[in-house]
Structures are given as C-alpha cells and as structure tokens.
C-alpha cells in the first residue's frame, strides 16, 4: 500500500512538473506512455530491451562465479590474497569509462568486449565482500565437516554456501544496480543496439519522449527483478543466519 501511494505521488510531481515546464523539456505521462505503446507495437522497444537485459545478465553472472571464485580463495588462503590484492585495488580504482574505452580499443566495439568491461569494473566489489565473509566462516562447522568426512560437494553445500549466503547476497543487491547502469554506458559508446544506444539517439534528436519511452520500462524491469529476485534470496540467506543466532 505504501509504495502503491509512494508510485502515485511520483506520478502526481511527474505531471505537475511537466505542466509547468515546456514538453520538450519534460513530457508528461500520457505523452510518455503513449510513446511507450507506440514502441512497443513496432516491436523496437522489445528488441531493444531483450538485448540491454541480455548483456545484463551475461556481465552480472560472469562478475558473481568469478568473483565468489576468487574472493573465496583470497579470503581463505593468505598466500592468494597478498597475490591479488594489488590487482584488486587497482580495479577497484580504475574508473569505469576507461575501462570501458580501454577495452573497446584493444578488442574492437564487440559484444565480448562490452560485457567483460562490464564484467571487470564489477569484479573488485564482488572480490572484496565475498573475500570478508570467507575470512568470517566459522572454523566449528569446518571442524565438524571433518569430523563427519563430508564430500567436497556436502561441505560446500552445507558449510561454506549457507555462511557466505548474507554477502552473496548483498553483492547481487549492489551489483544488479551498478551492472545495468554500466551495460547502458557500453551500448551508448559502442553497440548499435540496446536501451543505452535508443537513449543516445534520443539525446541526439532532443527527444525526452523517446528517451523516458526506452528508460522506464527498463528501469521497471529492473525494479522486477530486484522485488521478486535479489530481496527473496537475502531474506532466505538472512534467515539462514538470523536462525542460527
């Protein structure tokens, strides 16, 4: 009910502000929707919208295995985490832009290059949460996984996933939200398709209305996406937590 009256009064500024402005400037909602609608039966809108949430799936899932993967190894072997650590700190420091204008010169505007960049300026905050929860396992259960001679697979399963379940899962939260952010800054600089790209040629043209035509429902999928995705698995891997407590 809440973020029902929360959506409406947004709508409400929304009108109000596009009433008192010129709509060039800021279109109001009808306007916006009617383009929406139009895009959308043209079958551009989907086009386009499949390829941004493709490219967001594709970095998100390549920065998460690799980063658990190396955070993991970082967090429990000291000999790995004086390796990495510099490389780490250094992508962490690294803006974004030049990563990806480094990356679309060494290897071309390609769909690879675009998600590794994507991929690479993720890597270091995934590495440095899950490293911490690694450094935070409870040596007790890895005491009783030996005890009880659990398989490579049980331990992961029942020991080491269940723990890092909370930072896993505060990674995917913070992660979701800077992956698409990033994936339209790549498909404005170097793809000829995506919402990045329809937002650059509506910059182009001057046109607020094909612009917030192709950002709102994006935005609104990616809102879906956190609602009945990201929230379910932290509180399933908070509760995991809070229980044990």
Not at 110 to 123: C, D, M, Q, R
Not at 155 to 170: D, E, S, T
């Amino acid at each position: 009910m809440i973020r029902a009256l929360s959506f409406i009064s947004l709508v409400i500024l929304w009108q109000i502000g596009a009433l008192l402005s010129e709509p060039r400037q800021l279109p109001g909602p009808i306007i916006v929707v009617q383009t929406i609608v139009r895009e959308a039966q043209s079958g551009a809108l989907l086009t386009h919208l499949m390829a941004t949430t493709l490219r967001v799936c594709a970095a998100f899932l390549l920065a998460m295995s690799l980063g658990t993967a190396i955070g993991y190894m970082m967090g429990r072997v000291k000999t790995i985490d004086r390796l990495l650590d510099p490389w780490t700190v250094i992508l962490l420091n690294i803006p974004a832009l030049v990563v990806i204008v480094l990356s679309y010169i060494w290897f071309g505007l390609t769909e690879t290059a675009a998600i590794g960049a994507v991929a690479l300026n993720k890597l270091p905050n995934v590495i440095i949460t899950i490293r911490e929860g690694a450094r935070s396992l409870s040596q007790e259960y890895e005491d009783l996984a030996t005890v009880f001679k659990f398989s490579a697979m049980n331990r992961l399963r029942h020991i080491i996933i269940p723990q890092l379940g909370p930072y896993i899962a505060a990674t995917m939260r913070t992660g979701l939200s800077l992956v698409w952010k990033l994936v339209l800054i790549v498909e404005l600089l170097g793809r000829s398709d995506g919402i990045g790209f329809q937002i650059n040629l509506a910059f182009q043209l001057f046109d607020m209305r094909l612009l917030l035509a192709y950002a709102l429902p994006f935005i609104t999928l990616m809102l879906i996406i956190e609602t009945f995705l990201v929230q379910p698995f932290e509180r399933r891997a908070s509760r995991w937590r809070n229980n044990d407590a």
